[in-house]
């Protein structure tokens, strides 16, 4: 009789415990019930600079850090991803995730954007103010997210231009480290193109200094009278009325 009565205590004490390891993920359940789940604001991070550095030449990688588990924030339905004005998306950097309803929470992951790819590199040492040509110039491989803005990827990009300063071998070329070719060259005659609302008129003139594509230049018109306008391909130069 007395083996009966453990026996029945020791099932009773087995379905209770069961019982209480069924409880015990329900109460869990019901406890997160309205709370953001936290890990997945990693992938809301991820995909938010994935997306932004898909214009990035190379093979871009994303590693978002961690988030602190212990912060307990209200469900949001959709998470928005944001930088700072100026941020990069790239190289290190800090993304915010916020909400704004039901209830407005943000928060700010960490994260290391690398991308690896071909750059322009000085072959040789470069001198100031000489044109480059290809010779002088070589492709090397690493990531350009840690490197400064303008960073040159396409050799074509540098071939013509010439360095502000002068550059020892191995030097990683920069768009504000070069001069752009000239397209007009002072003395140069030019064709002046007079633009205004329904009209265009044309006459010719001459450069007083040299300029690259897009850059102001001023020109001399055969009455002396001296305007500035933009210097284009082929000896134009625009001037917008």
């Given at each position: ?13 087995m ?26 604001l990693?992938g ?8 932004q ?6 093979t ?48 700010y ?6 991308v690896?790819?071909e ?23 690493g ?28 030097t990683?070329?920069r ?42 230049v ?24």
């Open positions: 009789m007395k083996r009966q009565i453990v026996a029945v205590s020791m099932l009773a004490l379905f209770g415990s069961a019982q209480a390891q069924v409880a015990k993920p329900a109460a869990q359940a019901q406890a997160a019930a309205g709370r953001q789940n936290i890990p997945a990693r809301v991070v991820e995909q938010y600079l994935q997306t550095s898909a214009g990035l030449p190379g871009v990688s994303v590693k978002v850090g961690p988030v602190d588990q212990r912060l307990s924030l209200a469900a949001c339905p959709a998470p928005e991803a944001f930088q700072q004005p100026g941020a990069r998306p790239w190289g290190k950097t800090t993304v915010g995730v916020r909400c704004t309803a039901p209830t407005a929470w943000t928060i992951i960490q994260a290391q954007v690398s690896m790819a750059y322009v590199v000085a072959a040789v040492p470069l001198a100031q103010g000489q044109p480059l040509e290809q010779g002088q110039l070589a492709m090397m491989k990531d350009i997210a840690a490197m400064p803005n303008g960073i040159i990827t396409d050799m074509g990009q540098a071939i013509g231009r010439t360095p502000l300063v002068s550059f020892p071998a191995g990683a070329l768009v504000d480290t070069l001069r752009s070719r000239p397209v007009v060259q002072q003395n140069q005659a030019v064709q002046l193109v007079s633009r205004g609302a329904g009209f265009s008129v044309s006459s010719e003139g001459k450069a007083i200094n040299n300029a690259g594509e897009g850059q102001v001023q020109v001399r018109t055969k009455s002396g009278i001296v305007v500035s306008g933009t210097a284009r391909s082929g000896g134009t130069v625009e001037v917008v009325l």
